[in-house]
Nanobody, 119 residues
Framework: QVQLVESGGGLVQPGGSLRLSCAAS????????MGWYRQVPGAQRTLVAR???????NYVESVKGRFTISRNNAKTAVYLQMDSLKPEDTAIYYC?????????????WGQGTQVAVSS
C-alpha cells in the first residue's frame, strides 16, 4: 500500500502564498495519478488539482493561474504551490494518490493539513 503525509499548511493573509508537500512511501512505484483535494465543514471534499502519470495537470477553475501542482519523477512527493490566496481557499487539504496494487486501482489519502486564509 501507499502511505501519505501532508505538510506545509498554516495561516496566511489574503494574497499570500503557501507550499503544501505530500510525502509518499510504500508501493510508490505503482502510483498512477497524484492530486490534492480540499474540504470545508459541511461540504463535500472536492478536487483542487491533479497530475496524471504522464504529467498532465488539471485544476478546478477557481484556482487556475494561482495554484501549481508538481511532483518528483519517483512519485514519492507531490506539491501544491498556492499563490494569491483568498479567504475562500480556507479548507483542509488532502493529498491523494491512485495506485495499481494487487490487480486493481486503489485510492490512498493523507491525514490532511489545514490552510487558513485570513487577515
Amino acid at each position: 500500500q501507499v502511505q501519505l503525509v501532508e505538510s506545509g499548511g498554516g495561516l496566511v493573509q489574503p494574497g499570500g502564498s503557501l507550499r503544501l508537500s505530500c510525502a509518499a512511501s510504500g508501493s510508490t512505484a505503482r502510483i498512477n495519478t497524484m492530486g490534492w483535494y480540499r474540504q470545508v465543514p459541511g461540504a463535500q471534499r472536492t478536487l483542487v488539482a491533479r497530475i496524471s502519470e504522464s504529467g498532465v495537470t488539471n485544476y478546478v477553475e477557481s484556482v487556475k493561474g494561482r495554484f501549481t501542482i508538481s511532483r518528483n519523477n519517483a512519485k514519492t512527493a507531490v506539491y501544491l504551490q498556492m499563490d494569491s490566496l483568498k479567504p475562500e481557499d480556507t479548507a483542509i487539504y488532502y493529498c491523494n494518490v491512485d495506485a495499481y496494487i494487487s490487480g486493481s486501482f486503489r485510492d490512498y489519502w493523507g491525514q490532511g493539513t489545514q490552510v487558513a486564509v485570513s487577515s
